[in-house]
């Protein structure tokens, strides 16, 4: 029977979100938050939005996956913010049958 990975959704939020973030100040000031403070500040030189778009794309893909890794390992050593749900009892768990 296949089993699904464990996952914590919470987790796996606050795990992306911490590494986008973290990517944001790539380059800073000339970053993407640089560059958005700029943007939306009206202030000189303005960023193209193509390269705000592109780099918003870039730093959401690459902190899907290393969120996504990171959870996982964060998983497997037993740290979660949410509990698993309840598992149905298998046969393997009954006990013996009274006699």
């Known amino acids: ?3 699904t990975p464990p996952t914590d959704d919470l987790l796996r939020v606050v795990c992306c979100s911490a590494v986008f ?3 944001g ?8 938050w640089g560059d958005l403070f700029r943007l939306v500040g ?3 030189p303005t960023p ?3 390269r705000i778009a592109g780099s918003t794309a870039a730093f959401g893909m690459v902190a899907w ?3 996504a890794a990171i959870e996982t390992a964060l998983i497997s050593l037993g740290l979660r ?9 298998d046969y393997d768990d009954l006990g013996p049958p009274n006699a």
Do not use: E, K
């Open 48 to 50: 193209a939005l193509g």
């Open 42 to 44: 009206g202030l000189s």
């Open 81 to 89: 913010l949410t509990h698993p749900p309840d598992q149905a009892a």
């Open 65 to 67: 996956f290393t969120g």
């Open 1 to 3: 029977m296949h089993r």
């Open 21 to 23: 973030i973290a990517l």
């Open 25 to 32: 100040f790539v380059n800073h000031p000339n970053g993407l």
